[in-house]
């Protein structure tokens, strides 16, 4: 199963992609998360659907000092899957 996920509020410069990429990664998700140019965070996400649902419980809580006005989710085709490797952070240096 393959979800998009788009985060709003106060989501960068607050260690945001990192709690996420933590959080993939101990779920043994695979995929990505990056920094929007309007300020939100994007995340792609492909495993099992109980996997998928704890990280949008813990996208919905978010990260110390991050604050989370909204999650949106939305199904991808699994097709997408094929695209994504390991769980990584997306414009990291």
């Given amino acids: 199963m393959v979800r ?3 985060v709003k509020g106060r989501v960068q410069g607050v260690g945001f992609r ?3 990429h933590r ?3 101990e779920l043994g998700l695979r995929g990505w998360v990056r920094n929007t140019e309007s300020g939100h ?3 792609v996400a ?3 659907p ?3 649902a704890e990280l949008k419980a813990a ?3 978010g990260s110390r000092g991050s604050r989370v006005d909204a999650v949106f989710e939305e199904e991808l ?3 997408e899957d094929a695209k994504l490797g390991p769980f990584v952070i997306e414009g990291a240096w």
Avoid: H
């Fill in 4 to 6: 998009f996920y788009l």
């Fill in 18 to 20: 990192w709690f996420v």
């Fill in 23 to 25: 959080e993939a990664a």
């Fill in 41 to 43: 965070v994007e995340v």
């Fill in 46 to 48: 492909s495993g099992p």
């Fill in 50 to 52: 109980e996997s998928l």
């Fill in 59 to 61: 996208l919905q809580k």
């Fill in 77 to 79: 085709d699994e097709s």
